[in-house]
């Protein structure tokens, strides 16, 4: 008796492990497969983007046809990657603008905010975009063509404090980084012409709504050259590019520049990365603000606008760098305190 139970014994042991085997082999085939439609869903859109603009020069984004650069390793790349070009500063301009309402981009590049801006304003809406690189404006002229915006005027000009002409340094790998600063990057120069926004919109009927100004620290001379208009429009917002570092090479304060402004009645806002929140900044807050930049030599962008009839999102905040992100900015804190995640954390207190 004892014989034959130990056969079988010996007989269930191999089918045991076999079963144990086939059992991990499925589990480890889930997993893998699971993964590889996570990594597919992830990248499966990235792939195809590129696959298209290696076959047409452009790809298609929602209902935006957008041409695309190829020598260009900044903003073409971002939106191959992505399928989107600064997110929060484009999830803020379909917050501001309504049908009917006028843009104005001025830096448009190859037109990104231009074209979301053209959809979104409509037939009754106006967008005026100004580019004054040529191969940029190309890329402009040809992205306004194909997708149809004929609401839109495109014009080869720089804004600036007065008519004239600038010399502007071209970025050749970077096509978003064309500056009237010089850097090593930017060895070469062209010769462009320049006119104020004050000047330009003399004799424009209508309100403006909405002003984008990313021109790699010359928006303190643009702000300069539009004294009349914002005081004028009082329903006007900005969107801006604000980099201490570089607004002090023109010549401009930054501090004063953003203090004239919250003296004109509008509101800082600080668009947090990646989260998009607005982050206010008071007067006493400006200064500690433009110090925390330099010191990390890098910018925020941040949307300026009238505070009558709108409560702010956040009185005193706590302000931090994050280095991975570029800027962030978030939470509030009740002592509006200030801290720079750099290789060597030190911490701020902002007066209320």
């Not at 570029?326 to 911490?347: H, K, L, M, R, Y």
Request: hydrophobic share 35%; aromatic share 6%; charged share 25%.
């Amino acid at each position: 008796m004892q014989g034959p139970e130990n056969t079988t014994c010996a007989e269930s042991r191999p089918r045991r492990l076999g079963r144990r085997w086939m059992t991990t082999t499925c589990g480890l085939i889930v997993v893998l497969a699971t993964t590889a439609v996570c990594l597919w869903v992830v990248y499966s859109g990235e792939i195809w983007r590129r696959v298209e603009f290696i076959r047409k020069g452009n790809v298609r984004i929602g209902e935006l046809t957008v041409c695309l650069d190829p020598k260009d390793e900044m903003i073409t790349q971002v939106i191959l990657d992505r399928g989107c070009y600064e997110p929060e500063s484009s999830a803020m301009i379909r917050e501001i603008l309504k049908p009917g309402d006028t843009f104005i981009d001025v830096g448009a590049n190859i037109g990104w905010f231009t074209l979301m801006a053209s959809r979104i304003v409509g037939r009754e809406g106006r967008v005026i975009a100004f580019e004054p690189a040529p191969e940029s404006f190309e890329y402009l002229r040809r992205n306004v063509e194909v997708n149809g915006c004929k609401n839109t005027i495109i014009e080869q000009k720089a804004l600036s404090n007065k008519r004239g002409k600038l010399e502007l340094r071209i970025h050749e790998t970077n096509k978003g980084g064309h500056s009237i600063l010089t850097s090593a990057e930017r060895p070469d120069s062209i010769e462009v012409d320049a006119i104020s926004l004050d000047e330009y919109l003399e004799g424009v009927e209508g309100n403006l709504t909405l002003v984008k100004i990313d021109t790699e620290g010359a928006e303190g001379i643009i702000l300069q050259g539009m004294q009349k208009t914002l005081r004028s429009q009082p329903r006007m917002a900005i969107i801006m590019e604000f980099q201490p570092t570089s607004i002090l090479r023109t010549g401009v304060n930054p501090t004063a520049m953003l203090c004239d402004l919250l003296g004109m009645g509008y509101e800082i806002q600080v668009i947090d990365v990646p989260s998009g929140d607005l982050v206010s900044v008071s007067q006493p807050q400006v200064s500690k603000l433009s110090e925390l930049l330099e010191a990390s030599q890098t910018h925020v962008n941040i949307l300026v606008r009238h505070s009558r009839g709108r409560k702010r999102e956040a009185r005193n905040a706590r302000l931090e760098i994050d280095t991975s992100w570029g800027c962030c900015w978030s939470g509030e804190s009740a002592n509006g305190g200030v801290s720079f995640a750099g290789v060597q954390p030190v911490s701020l207190r902002l007066g209320r």
